[in-house]
C-alpha cells in the first residue's frame, strides 16, 4: 500500500494550493480518503474525507467553504485544492486511507485518525501573512 501525498508549498495569505494523495496497492473504490494536518505543538486534525465507496464528503468546520475534496478514480488519486487560505493553515498535510464501513455517514467518524488504516508521508503547507 501507498499513498503518495504531494503539493505543497508556499503561498501568501488569502492564496489557494492543491494537494494531490496518488494511492496505490488497495482496492481504491472501498476506501475512505481523508486529509490530516498537524501544526506544530498541535495535535493532529482531520480536515477533510472522501468517501469513494458513496461519494460523500466531509469536512472540519475551520475548512468548510474554501477546502474542496475530489476523487478521481481512473487515477486513484484524491484531491484537496484549498482557497482562501489563512496563517492558521500552515501544517504538514498527511492523506490516509481506510476501509469505507457500511452505512456509517458520521462526520467525526470520517474525521478521526483511528478510522484509517493506511497514512503517506507529509507534505508541507506554509501560508504566510
Known amino acids: 500500500v501507498q499513498l503518495q501525498a504531494s503539493g505543497g508549498g508556499l503561498v501568501q495569505a488569502g492564496g489557494f494550493l492543491r494537494l494531490s494523495c496518488a494511492a496505490s496497492?488497495?482496492?481504491?473504490?472501498?476506501?475512505?480518503i481523508g486529509w490530516f494536518r498537524q501544526a506544530p505543538g498541535r495535535e493532529r486534525e482531520g480536515v477533510a474525507c472522501?468517501?469513494?465507496?458513496?461519494?460523500?464528503?466531509y469536512y472540519a468546520d475551520s475548512v468548510k467553504g474554501r477546502f474542496t475534496i475530489s476523487s478521481d478514480n481512473a487515477k486513484k488519486t484524491v484531491y484537496l485544492q484549498m482557497t482562501s487560505l489563512k496563517p492558521e493553515d500552515t501544517a504538514v498535510y498527511y492523506c490516509?486511507?481506510?476501509?469505507?464501513?457500511?452505512?456509517?455517514?458520521?462526520?467525526?467518524?470520517?474525521?478521526?485518525?483511528?478510522?484509517?488504516?493506511?497514512w503517506g508521508q507529509g507534505t508541507l503547507v506554509t501560508v504566510s501573512s
Open positions: 490516509a486511507a481506510g476501509l469505507s464501513p457500511p452505512d456509517v455517514t458520521s462526520g467525526h467518524y470520517y474525521l478521526m485518525a483511528r478510522s484509517y488504516d493506511y
Open positions: 496497492g488497495f482496492t481504491f473504490g472501498v476506501y475512505h
Open positions: 472522501f468517501n469513494n465507496d458513496d461519494s460523500r464528503t
